[in-house]
């Protein structure tokens, strides 16, 4: 004879399992961009006094030129990956860099701004990042009923195809 068990039918049925509110996709509420804009402003000064610098070779002028670029397009509100890559690149500054012509102080006044840039370089990416992600993560699906979201995320690589044939849309 089989043992029996103990449990009953009713508990042996799966029960409902609740979906959890935080695993519904929603969008985040937008985060501020009042702390990365003073946090980007300072970093484009930086840069701007780094590829100034008199005696610095062509090549770091060059970078800190390019930098400025991308720190431009964070105080534009353009937000894309290859702007959060470019600011993930730190600025580096070796002994060669910096013209023989320049004394003791002034090349440590110069690895300081450099220090102090790549100090604000971290902290705009990590800024940064989060409305990068608000801004390229998808509207609620109620929002694509406003005839003015639905074109716009169209266009982007998360857009919702229609995949019925072109004669039945």
């Excluded at 105080?75 to 702007?83: A, F, G, Q, R």
């Excluded at 320049?102 to 102090?116: P, S």
């Excluded at 989060?130 to 982007?156: F, G, H, M, T």
Aim: net charge neutral.
């Amino acid at each position: 004879m089989a043992p029996t068990s103990s449990k009953t039918s009713a508990t042996r049925k799966r029960k409902f399992e609740a979906v959890p509110s935080d695993s519904v996709a929603k969008r985040q509420k937008k985060p501020d961009r009042d702390d990365l804009v003073a946090k980007a402003k300072r970093l484009l000064e930086l840069l701007n006094l780094i590829a100034d610098t008199p005696g610095l070779s062509q090549k770091d002028s060059h970078f800190a030129r390019f930098m400025i670029f991308h720190a431009q397009s964070v105080l534009s509100e353009e937000y894309s990956n290859t702007v959060l890559d470019s600011l993930q690149t730190p600025l580096q500054l070796s002994d060669d860099s910096l013209d023989t012509s320049l004394n003791a102080v002034e090349r440590g006044e110069v690895k300081c701004v450099f220090d102090r840039a790549n100090e604000l370089l971290q902290e705009v990416v990590l800024l940064y990042a989060p409305l990068l992600q608000y801004y390229n993560s998808p509207p609620p699906p109620s929002d694509y009923a406003v005839r003015s979201v639905w074109p716009i995320w169209q266009e982007k690589d998360a857009a919702i195809k229609c995949l019925r044939p072109t004669h039945q849309q």
